[in-house]
């Protein structure tokens, strides 16, 4: 199911009723090119980007405690939202803002790290992981239209 709406400009969908999550797409600029930080869900262990609801937290804070909870990332995250999709959630309509985060190190032990596991996947071949579409093409459209140096700009 496609929940979103089309708009010339993606920042006006704020929905007051919606839930707010962030979400961090963990990269990595290696020599073969880029690489695509991918985790699994907890219960269907889909290959998702770690996320989570705000919580009472600013957005890219919850971004950077998402990485490093579930990915166990730190690095140099985007100052401001990369893109943003809806997802359905238990019949509830969340509004996730992504920000792009510049892997730098593993941040040791994770907390979540009995409940999913890590892949580095090439850029190219991230969205044959992904199977919520919302994703495939939140990967897509930032690859196609940004620089590796420009998503943590």
């Known amino acids: 199911m496609d ?3 089309p708009t010339p400009d993606r920042r006006k969908l704020i929905d007051p009723f919606a839930l707010s999550q962030s979400s961090a797409l963990p990269y990595k600029i290696t020599e073969n090119g880029i690489m695509i930080c991918l985790i699994t869900s907890r219960k269907k262990k889909r290959w998702v980007f770690p996320k989570a609801y705000l919580e009472g937290m600013d957005p890219r ?10 990915a166990g ?21 969340c509004e996730v803002s992504v920000y792009g985060l510049k892997a730098d190190q593993l941040a040791g032990e994770r907390s979540e790290t009995l409940s999913r596991h890590r892949k580095w996947v090439e850029a190219s071949k ?10 495939q093409d ?11 140096g420009q998503l943590t700009t």
């Open 126 to 135: 991230a969205a044959d992981f992904l199977v919520k579409p919302e994703l």
């Open 3 to 5: 929940l979103r709406i």
């Open 73 to 93: 990332l730190t690095g140099q995250l985007s100052t401001s939202p990369i893109g943003r999709y809806r997802r359905l959630k238990d019949g509830q309509i």
């Open 138 to 148: 939140m990967l897509c459209r930032v690859l196609r239209r940004l620089s590796p």
């Open 61 to 70: 804070d919850t971004a950077r405690r998402a990485a490093r909870e579930k």
